[in-house]
């Protein structure tokens, strides 16, 4: 395998459109991003594309499915589990059940799904899933409030927790959202107080370290910050971060890209792979990864084949960045598209 890294099977990026369990997808509205509307037709011709291109499986080594995904079959009727298994991609399984207010907090939020999880993820591990995901998210112009921080943690520990006593390997994503005018001193220090909270937890949890897999953000400027930072700038500082909080045990860490440019994702993922760095640091992208190939596929199955190629050259992009060897020569201009926006809600 070329690479350790994940992609994000889901449909689309905002789950309110797409549903994220077999009884969640609400038929509309149309999504803003291509104007399809969602059906589970259309969702499934999207992951049909999304795991057929024949060689994926060089440069991803695990895709993160939502529920509905697990029990989906193609639009030829194959398992899209099989499919995965074919390319010698490992399938996963997002089994947090969302963000929601978290009251008392300066209106922040908190990950919910603790409930019935030993459950559903026995049942997940017999559908063929051998890894787990809980997202959730820390806001730096919200705070963060200590609640916000040690629920985020604790929520991480517990899920972690209880998806190693179920047989699967838990992805733990604290992410630490771009929105913000502060610089990147204050993402390091927030990041830093998140990671430290994060593993006391998980220790306390007697979560064992080798056995997970780290999602963490990238130390950056928030994105409304007028000093931007340089690919060298953004993993000088995340690599402060990983070396001064994750313990060497730990063996994988797959950054999401949170709004990047599928570019700056991919040059910052590559400055830090040239960075002296223990690790071999990877990624586990969903907008930096897919959103060329969404945009070039419109729901019109006459561009399957070409969104199919724009996977592709991300997947190849991001598994030479994660050995320090890309370069961005020859990239086309919308790959350098910001994605951030304010307020994004997946
Ligand atoms: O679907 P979730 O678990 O809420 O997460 C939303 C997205 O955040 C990610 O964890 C990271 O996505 P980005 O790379 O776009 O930031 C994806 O895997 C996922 O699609």
């Not at 604290?174 to 220090?189: A, K, S, V, W, Y």
């Not at 830093?192 to 593993?199: L, R, S």
């Not at 990877?282 to 945009?295: V, W």
Request: net charge negative; charged share 20%; proline share 6%.
């Amino acid at each position: 395998m070329a690479s350790a890294t994940l992609l994000k099977s889901s449909f689309l990026p905002k789950k309110a459109e797409w549903g994220t369990t077999r009884q969640a997808a609400a038929p509309k509205p149309v999504t803003a991003s291509i104007g399809l509307e969602n059906t589970e037709a259309n969702r499934q011709a999207y992951r049909t594309l999304l795991v057929t291109p024949p060689g994926l499986g060089n440069y991803i080594s695990g895709a993160i499915l939502f529920e509905e995904t697990l029990y989906q079959s193609t639009v030829d009727g194959k398992k899209i589990v099989d499919i995965l298994v074919e390319q010698g991609i490992v399938p996963g399984i997002k089994v947090d059940k969302g963000l929601v207010p978290l009251v008392g907090s300066n209106d922040e939020s908190w990950c919910q799904g603790l409930d019935g999880l030993a459950s559903r993820e026995a049942a997940y591990y017999q559908q063929g899933a051998r890894f787990a995901k809980w997202r959730t998210v820390v806001s730096i112009p919200n705070g963060p409030s200590e609640l916000a921080v040690k629920e985020a943690a604790w929520g991480l520990a517990r899920y972690a927790a209880i998806s190693q006593d179920n047989g699967l390997v838990p992805i733990v994503e604290p992410e630490i959202m771009l929105d913000g005018e502060h610089g990147i001193e204050r993402t390091f220090e927030v990041a830093q107080k998140v990671w430290a909270e994060t593993f006391y937890y998980m220790a306390q949890n007697n979560v064992m370290f080798e056995g997970i897999l780290l999602k963490p953000s990238m130390v950056t400027p928030g994105a409304e910050c007028k000093d931007r930072a340089t690919p060298e700038e953004v993993a000088s500082y995340t690599l402060k971060l990983l070396q001064r909080r994750i313990p060497p045990s730990v063996p994988g860490i797959m950054f999401l890209s949170g709004g990047q440019s599928e570019v700056e994702a991919t040059l910052n993922l590559n400055a830090m792979n040239q960075a002296p760095n223990p690790w071999h640091v990877s990624f586990s992208y969903a907008r930096a990864l897919q959103n060329t190939c969404l945009k070039t596929w419109g729901g019109r199955p006459e561009n399957v084949a070409a969104a199919q190629e724009a996977l592709l050259l991300r997947a190849k992009a991001n598994s030479l960045a994660q050995l320090g060897k890309y370069t961005s020569d020859g990239e086309a201009a919308e790959a350098s598209e910001n994605m951030f926006v304010k307020n994004y809600s997946y």
